[in-house]
């Protein structure tokens, strides 16, 4: 709101994550089939014509049928759906699965394995028979040089990723490993995803994804396309590129009804957008390892580690001086603005950290003239008008009036003293001839993970912000005089369109 035009610079540095391009995505048969796409040959001919790497079937009796439809359509013989029962007496699987097992030889082939059954109370008593089962069949396996990935499936005797690496640990086989699922995650975990995915990495051999809703529980809102659904699949994606996995990834379309091309067609869609997203160069504002360069008019702005709210004055930010990665607008809480310098932006996506103290307000321009708002709005219901709340689109001033703000979706703002982040897909205005042919839009918005607004396009700038006069391109301003408010970990990627 209102920011003075004092113009602070930070660097932009730019870094290339590990490339999302040695990933492909291959179809997993809970899709592929409809009405009309029924057989493997049909199903491997849909997939390759929507730019499938591959697919992956279900079933053990018939390979050869399998095999010749991805070898007819240039396609990779992608993970095999199979299962284990789970009983208190015996441990069984189908007749056909060793079989199976030894008609992949020398394919690099992996077979998935669904360990039907009662989650137990505790492993330690049940988890034997399964472990000997398990082992038998990838030393099995390993005769032809086939991996076996254990699939979690909720309610299941292993329906937790944890499941699966225990029991991994305890089978000892460099052939037996695990499968991170999306679906399944959120529908029984949904938490502690990064350490989730740390701790099955060595064992990590699958990831299927697909497009969700956070917090949803029923299954037609946990499996959606790719294109769909309100959680962020890139987060699960970034984390595997930190971690440098580079391995198969499915794509889950079980129980979408409807047309297969139609569907597929849209996670492919989808896809495609992540690539953009996940391939782009990061250039980082400011972080943990201090990328900041001078400033031109630094005013107060301090770099700090361990910001947080003063126990003597809750309107107060405090930290310690030194390198850390925190940025504070001073002891005031009033001071000029940081603009990101030598270079601008189009289309982006941008992640920002940030935290307030209590009444607090900041904001976040995009181009320098569209504002996602920063306030304290903890256990607000309604604010004094719409865009005014943390998360909101702040108005544009027309005819000396507010018109135009856009209120969160919800409200999830944290209190004052607590570190928060939007996370943000930015599409700029478009000109041709110098004439707008399409309004500037916020694609995305997420508030600590929540999904606040989507394809919310904009008539003009939001009040106060560099200039009335729309760009194609424009900086990031951090706003810096109305309150006290820390920065860290802020990043922009550029977006092809």
Known sequence: MKPRLVLALFSLVALSPNALGKWELFAMDTGTRDGQTKTYEQQAALVKDLGFAGIGFTGSSKIPEMLAAVEKHGLEFSPLYNGLQVSPDQVTHPATLEQAITQ????????????????????????APVVAKLR?????????????????????????????????????????????????FLKVDGKNLEQRLEEALPHLFVVTINGADLGAQEWKALIQPLDGGSYDVAQALRKLQALKWDGPIGLQ?????????????RSMKGWKALQSRLNGDFTFLLGPNGKLRTFEKPGDWKIMSDVRLDPKNSKRLIGEEGPGGEYLNGDKGRTVHLVTGGGEFGDVEAHIEFMISKGSNSGVYFQGRYEVQIYDSHGVAKD????????????????????????????VSKPPGEWQEFHVIFRAPRF????????????????????????????????A????????????????????????????VELSE
């Open 104 to 127: 992949l030889a020398n394919r690099e082939a992996i077979v998935w394995l669904y360990l039907g059954g009662k989650r137990p109370a505790d492993p330690g008593k049940s988890d």
């Open 136 to 184: 038998s069949l990838a030393e099995h396996a390993a005769k032809s040089q086939v991996r076996l990935a254990l699939y979690p499936h909720a309610g299941a005797y292993a329906d937790r990723i944890q499941d699966c690496v225990r029991l991994a640990k305890a089978v000892d086989r460099k052939n037996l490993g695990v499968t991170f699922n999306l679906c399944h």
């Open 465 to 492: 912000g560099i200039s009335n006069n729309e760009k194609p391109t424009g900086p990031l301003l951090f706003q810096g005089d109305h309150g006290p408010i820390a920065y860290r970990n802020c990043w922009v």
């Open 432 to 463: 041709k001839e110098g004439r707008k042919i399409a309004n500037a839009r916020f694609e995305k918005v997420w508030h600590n993970g929540q999904l606040i607004h989507e394809n919310l396009e904009l008539n003009g700038p939001t009040r």
């Open 384 to 411: 004094q008008y719409p865009g005014l709340e943390c998360g909101g689109i702040y108005p544009r001033w027309v005819n000396n009036k507010n018109v135009e703000g856009h209120s969160p979706r919800v409200n």
């Open 253 to 265: 379309h079980y129980g979408i009804r409807g047309d297969a091309r139609k569907n597929l067609s």
